[in-house]
């Protein structure tokens, strides 16, 4: 168990679906992150929530659309996508907002997505 | 900009075998370096860190050490298992900012 929960694990839809990744922790961190993480491409930071406010949205097409109700849960809502869409994608948590220096990040387990 | 150079894999060894997974990096401040691993299907776990210049972080029989004067953070074995063929990502944090990684490397350990 890492503390980060991601759900489901596996994931396919149509590209005129409507769907939502969720992650959740119980470590009492308050910043929480969603990465891509593509087949031989770098891990890609989407987007950043500290204390519940995003503070940061790196490009990401609006058909990625996140939401952080509380520091506790972070979802990835997903509408009309395209097959390279289809990734793993990461959530992650950590202490102190942002001041993750001294900490790093913890990961979940990921939701591998399949856009046919 | 911030940025962590890895090497390219497949790095592939036999069991026991010493393993080094070569990583340097660039940063703007005085950053946190990380060592992270992750294992077939699943997500990234951290593996060690290190905060400050001539620190060693270990775990699991893995080491590496900061090494400013070098820009470094090499991550090394004694002997590897064949449970250690994962994907090893090397990473950096400058405080305030999000972690910068690296590419990613893959080992690959037979018997």
């Known amino acids: 168990e890492t503390g980060v929960t991601q759900t489901p694990r596996h994931l396919v839809m149509g590209m005129t679906n409507k769907k939502s990744l969720k992650c959740e922790q119980h470590?009492?961190?308050?910043?929480m992150y969603w990465y891509k993480q593509s087949a031989k491409k770098p891990l890609e930071l989407m987007f950043v929530?500290?204390?519940?406010?995003?503070?940061e949205n790196n490009s990401v097409p609006s058909r990625f659309s996140p939401e952080c109700p509380n520091s506790s849960h972070l979802f990835l809502h997903l509408h009309t996508l395209q097959p390279e869409d289809s990734a793993l994608y990461l959530c992650?948590?950590?202490?102190?907002?942002?001041?993750?220096?001294?900490?790093?990040?913890?990961f979940g387990s990921g939701t591998r997505l399949t856009v046919v | 900009g911030d940025s962590v150079t890895q090497m390219e894999g497949p790095v592939t060894l036999s069991e026991e075998a010493f393993l080094t997974i070569n990583c340097t990096y660039t940063?703007?401040?005085?950053?946190?370096l990380f060592w992270y691993v992750q294992y077939p299907g699943e997500g990234l776990q951290l593996l060690l860190k290190?905060?400050?210049?001539?620190d060693k972080g270990s775990n699991k029989g893995f080491e590496a050490t900061y090494r400013k004067e070098t820009t470094s953070f090499h991550l090394e074995k004694g002997s590897v298992q064949v449970s250690d063929s994962a994907v090893y990502f090397c990473?950096?944090?400058?405080?305030?900012?999000?972690?910068?990684f690296g590419k990613g490397t893959m080992l690959l350990v037979s018997p």
């Open positions: 992650a948590s950590s202490q102190d907002g942002l001041r993750a220096a001294n900490y790093g990040y913890t």
């Open positions: 470590l009492g961190h308050n910043a």
């Open positions: 929530y500290s204390l519940e406010e995003r503070v």
């Open positions: 940063a703007t401040g005085y950053p946190s």
């Open positions: 290190a905060t400050k210049a001539d």
């Open positions: 990473a950096l944090s400058v405080r305030y900012s999000t972690l910068t």
